[in-house]
């Protein structure tokens, strides 16, 4: 079963997306054992597609349509097509609708729907794969306990020498683009490789492993400095798959300071309070309030260095809301601009995640920032009919100022439908830094459209 691109900013269907990826993989390796085997010839049984109730959901829900599950989920078929359905196909199609309102029911907290859907995908003559897939989901879920947050700690790692800084986000998919991306940016060559956050579908083990840090050490080489941030997705199997990243990578925290002589770059964890399911569309991510503290003491006592700050969500967009307070969509973060509003005359360069775009936005005197920018672009695929360099009207502001602005020769093109993925490369000389941004078509060399 092949890796199924699309993702959607819920923990469930995420979760759901990881379960029907681990059993594929299973498969898959199953598949290659009996390859030699007249076994495989017995085994023609087209796999189930398990990706399929995830997207029966998250389809509706990313167009905010108004969920009726008995028909919202049920497969689009003509009344005559359905009395012509040979039965082992009506049953793939039931097996996917139960499967969809099991997800629904878990994600609205009907725990008795949701047991009940459960207990008919285990009993039904659906396909073992969907039983399967369902048991990796609740050991998952099950799994993923309390997050194992690591407060009060003080990480500064000194750069040394290294002056050229690799930058790239959303980008731990595991798929042949993300893998393109990477050998791009080593062709840049890079002295360290600063991921943005979010390794999919929901951060597992599995997943950090395979789809994040063998794919870096496989390119870049086992002693590469590497650092990752902490993404919603990297939460929302609980974090444990995160953390192991963490301590592989010798970061120490989901936090931590870059720096040398002239530079220091703050990766802050906005992750960790982004992972709810219930609040996604209004939720206003936030800082641990003694880390917060602990950047600002870091741009306090800067002295001659200069700040560049890094997060997996974003401070404001002109895109879409950041969240909601009080059924108002708000277009920045109220949360991260307190936290840095009294110092981010200070900051030289904010980069982050989250939205899947190469922006790079103007001076925003609105709020004191000078330089903006989101590095979202690196592996996600994202179609033209789903988003466009567009501003959103009717979203609050700060102090009602005007939505940010930004240069659109430094967005991203496009191939065929899809928007070209993208990385930024900073480079430090002395006090004094450039920033060079890069498109990748999909599968094709890098090719630089902007530099600052």
Known sequence: ???????????????????????????????????????????????????????RVGRPVMAKETIHPERTFAAPATQNAQAAMPEAIDVVRDCAETAAKFLWAEITR???????????????????????????????????????????????????????????????????????????????????????????????????????????????GNTFPVYSLCGNHDMYSGGNGYYWLVDQL??????????????????????????NPFNVDTNMTSLNPS?????????????????????????????????????????????????????????QWWFWGHEHWLAVYDSYTAMGLQRGRCVGCSAVPVFTDQQSYTAVAGMQTYNGAPLPTWNTTAAAGTTDEDYNHGFAIMTLNGSAATVDYYQVPLLQAATKIFSE
């Open 1 to 55: 079963m092949p890796r199924d691109p699309r993702t959607y900013r819920d923990p469930y269907l995420s979760l759901w997306q990881s379960a029907a990826d681990e059993v594929g993989r299973r498969r898959k390796s199953v598949l290659n054992r009996m390859s030699a085997t007249t076994l495989a010839a017995a085994d023609t049984k087209p796999l189930p597609d398990l990706m399929e109730a995830a997207h």
């Open 110 to 220: 009907n725990h008795a729907k949701a047991d009940e859907y459960a207990a008919e995908l285990k009993d039904s003559s659906c396909d073992p794969g969907w039983a399967e897939c369902l048991a990796t989901y609740l050991a998952f879920k099950v799994s993923g306990g309390s997050f194992p947050y690591r407060a009060n700690m003080d990480v500064v790692i000194d750069l040394g020498t290294k002056t050229k800084i690799a930058i790239i986000g959303d980008w731990g998919t595991g798929q042949d683009v993300a893998i393109n991306l990477l050998q791009q940016v080593k062709a840049c060559n890079p002295d360290v490789l600063i991921h943005l956050g979010d390794i999919y579908y929901s951060g597992t083990n599995t997943e950090v492993q395979e789809n994040f840090l063998n794919i870096c050490r496989q390119i870049l």
């Open 250 to 275: 010798g970061q120490q925290a989901s936090y931590f300071c870059l720096r040398n002589a002239d530079w220091q770059f703050l990766a802050m964890d906005t992750g960790h309070s982004d992972n």
């Open 291 to 347: 880390e917060a503290q602990w950047h600002l003491t870091k741009i306090q006592q800067a002295g001659t260095r200069k700040t560049v700050l890094l997060s997996h969500h974003q401070l404001f967009s002109p895109f879409g809301s950041v969240g909601s307070l009080n059924g108002v969509a708000y277009a920045y973060n109220p949360n991260l601009f307190t936290n840095f509003q009294s110092v981010l005359t200070q900051v």
